[in-house]
């Protein structure tokens, strides 16, 4: 069974450009969360999709986005990037919502912002 | 506001010693914890978990001990080999319905040969 996949797996922007990163959860599962994650503040909750529907959002600004397609699978998109943004963004996927779900990570898209 | 904080950011262990992770953990309504590992290069992968109404849970090689008292967690290691190197996190769910996961800065574990 394939894990979570994400793409891409590194990616150069520039200031002001947006970016949109993908993530395949594991087939059957129906939960994909996203986190953001820097040497400075560690892993930060992003936000979770559960059957197309933003389920919860963490504290990030309006620039942060994201979906979930009818495939379970999941954008997120970041607009007019700034040099903060530079971090591992990590998506994770679960059978359902609920604390009860184990969350199965993928390995990250290293996004840097010059 | 809520917080999951790690008493030490490096450890390193000779292989085949056992190892302590120590958390420590700001919300008394946490109620469920749970230990990743990740490896360089990787996402965070699932370890182990306990809940509340639990002091202690054993895995494969892998023991967490919640101590509600003092807000603190603990991973330990038992019989450490190389493949035991990575950085360790906590997280907590303080609502139980809730996938948003609070992490700790993490622990990094050195398993010196």
């Known amino acids: 069974k394939a894990g979570v996949t994400q793409t891409p797996r590194y990616l150069i922007k520039t200031r002001g450009q947006q970016v949109t990163l993908s993530c395949s959860p594991i087939s059957g599962h129906r939960s994909v969360s996203w986190y953001q994650q820097t040497p400075g503040q560690g892993l930060q909750f992003l936000f979770e999709y559960f059957s197309e529907t933003q389920r919860n959002k963490g504290n990030f600004p309006g620039r942060f986005s994201g979906r979930q397609f009818s495939n379970s699978r999941s954008e997120m998109n970041v607009s007019t990037l700034e040099l903060g943004d530079s971090a591992l963004y990590l998506c994770a996927s679960s059978l359902g919502p609920g604390a009860n779900e184990k969350l199965f990570f993928g390995s990250g898209t290293q996004l840097s912002v010059l | 506001g809520e917080s999951v904080g790690l008493h030490l950011p490096t450890l390193s262990v000779q292989e085949g010693d056992n190892s302590i992770i120590n958390c420590a953990y700001s919300n008394s309504a946490s109620d469920y914890f749970i230990w990743y590992k990740q490896e360089s290069g990787k996402g965070p992968q699932f370890i182990i978990d306990?809940?509340?109404?639990?002091d202690k849970r054993q895995g494969q090689r892998v023991t967490v001990l919640l101590n509600k008292t003092v807000k603190h967690l603990s991973l330990q290691i038992a019989a450490t080999q190389p493949g035991d190197s990575a950085v360790y996190f906590c997280a907590e769910i303080s609502d139980f319905g809730n996938e948003k996961l609070t992490f700790g800065t993490g622990t990094r574990l050195t398993i010196i040969p």
């Open positions: 306990i809940r509340s109404n639990m």
